[in-house]
């Protein structure tokens, strides 16, 4: 899953996307149980090129059920929340008057209701939304599900199939080229269709400002190739188009003319060739560590699709759904899309925490990735490059999502303090000028140090 550019930083929005390489396993979770489940899964992929001067951590040997920070050998066992240390933390954090008068903000355990919060009602969580579509797809498909894409034969027309495989790339697409023409033998001549009907209902969200079409996402459609374009060259707005035509360019490659330009079309006739793309796992925690909006908007479309309704509407009505199921309290929430671009999206802290809980249980192992792909503080992903000056400390010890939008600024995740006790912590800023943004961020980074240094257990 090779997008065409390097990550643009500091900003997220636009956001970040990488090169996706394969590296050893897991050796950096924040190790909760749900984590410390997830070495069992795989690998993890992450950004060529964006890796900050820290070394990445050590291996460590820890009990499936003992959560550690990622930075040495954890001495003792997780102890139990000091809810007086956690209130001074808090009261530090209202006190920075950088995070503004509309913070919101919740600290708790792993599992349990907040200890300490700020701040009343939903708030717009940006790019944290995310977490919310990667839980939900996971828990509709499981980790290790591969979405297809392939070609069928009727006639002397050839059809694309587009499964929904956000990893497709342009390599993956070349070898589906290859085997198709090996399967048409002696025949040299085509004409090409392509077939995107498994995504229902209009490619463009109306609640997106226009200026993020292009640069941003494009597009939401059930095929497209390397993410359907990228910061630096761009997004597509017909990335089905895009990939059959880039296909056509593929067959040709392999000797396989194709007569006229792809057109539209419908699967039918015998299927010659199929590429299975990479696990959703794997998916999941690349859309975390990189923010990738056309990414978290396909996958919103599957979770659409397993319920049936693959539309925007259908697809955050199917991920509200799902986190009621997992026993996640909805209330307050607003889902208009599965990227966070829509502004008018609104999530309460503690539903968060509720997610960020549910994804780290030791019970729901199959959600493991929606914490593990959560970048880690200094080190891989969206915060790669933050965590500097008086949040240093706070590096390896800080797993969370960022969110931002012009004057919205999240980051919510698990850090684990002192004594080797992770907690829970949402933040979420808004109503600030465009131009306090990086200000806005190095507090909440200072914010999350705080409970990483904290010792806020016993």
């Given at each position: 899953?090779?997008?065409q ?14 090169k996706?390489?394969?590296?050893v ?5 924040l190790?909760?149980g749900?984590?410390?489940?997830a ?11 964006n890796?900050a ?9 820890i ?29 530090e954090?209202?006190?920075d008057k950088r995070?503004g ?15 300490v ?18 839980v939900a797809?996971?828990?509709?498909y ?14 002397t027309?050839?059809?694309l ?21 090996r399967e ?25 400002r226009r200026?993020?079409?292009g ?8 095929l ?17 188009m895009?990939a059959?035509a880039?296909f ?17 079309g ?19 925690e ?12 396909v996958?919103a ?10 539309t ?8 509200t ?11 307050g929430l ?8 829509s502004?008018?999206?609104r ?8 997610t ?5 249980s ?14 880690v ?15 240093e ?12 939008l ?21 933040l979420?800023?808004d109503g600030?000028?465009?131009?306090e ?22």
């Amino acid at each position: 899953m090779k997008p065409q550019s390097e990550p643009k930083w500091p900003t997220e929005e636009p956001d970040g996307r990488g090169k996706l390489v394969v590296v050893v396993p897991l050796v950096l979770a924040l190790l909760v149980g749900a984590a410390a489940a997830a070495y069992a899964l795989g690998w993890v992929r992450y950004a060529s090129g964006n890796v900050a001067p820290t070394p990445p951590p050590a291996p460590l040997s820890i009990a499936a059920v003992s959560p550690a920070a990622v930075e040495g050998e954890q001495t003792r066992a997780p102890g139990r929340p000091d809810r007086v240390a956690l209130e001074q933390v808090m009261r530090e954090m209202v006190r920075d008057k950088r995070l503004g008068k509309h913070l919101k903000a919740a600290i708790a355990p792993l599992q349990g209701d907040p200890l300490v919060s700020h701040g009343t009602g939903a708030a717009t969580p940006a790019s944290v939304t995310k977490v919310l579509t990667s839980v939900a797809v996971l828990e509709a498909y499981g980790p290790e599900r591969r979405f297809e894409t392939s070609t069928t034969l009727q006639g002397t027309t050839v059809t694309l199939v587009g499964g929904g495989d956000a990893s497709l790339t342009s390599s993956d697409l070349d070898t589906l080229a290859a085997e198709t023409a090996r399967e048409l033998g002696a025949t040299r001549t085509v004409r090409l269709a392509y077939d995107d009907s498994l995504f229902e209902g209009p490619t463009v969200n109306p609640t997106w400002r226009r200026i993020y079409l292009g640069e941003e996402v494009g597009g939401i459609t059930a095929l497209l190739v390397d993410h359907g374009g990228s910061q630096a060259s761009g997004y597509s707005q017909d990335p089905s188009m895009q990939a059959a035509a880039q296909f056509k360019r593929a067959l040709a490659k392999h000797g396989v003319k194709v007569a006229g330009k792809p057109a539209k079309g419908t699967k039918a006739g015998a299927q010659l060739a199929v590429h299975r793309g990479d696990t959703l796992r794997e998916i999941v925690e690349y859309t975390l560590e990189y923010s990738d909006n056309q990414l978290a908007e396909v996958l919103a479309r599957q979770v659409g699709l397993a319920a049936g309704t693959p539309t925007f509407d259908g697809s955050t009505a199917a991920v509200t759904a799902t986190l009621k199921d997992l026993d996640i309290d909805t209330s307050g929430l607003v889902l208009l899309d599965g990227s966070g671009l829509s502004r008018q999206n609104r999530i309460p802290p503690a539903l968060l925490v509720s997610t960020l809980q549910t994804a780290a249980s030791s019970g729901r192992p199959e959600l493991a990735p929606a914490m593990t792909g959560l970048p880690v503080a200094g080190w891989i992903g969206s915060l790669s490059r933050r965590f500097n000056f008086d949040a240093e400390p706070g590096r390896g010890r800080v797993r969370a999502k960022t969110g931002t939008l012009t004057g919205v600024s999240g980051l919510s995740g698990v850090a684990v303090d002192a004594r080797g006790t992770p907690f829970v912590v949402v933040l979420m800023a808004d109503g600030f000028k465009p131009e306090e943004t990086l200000d806005v961020r190095d507090a909440l980074d200072d914010a999350m140090t705080a409970v990483a240094t904290c010792r806020c257990s016993a």
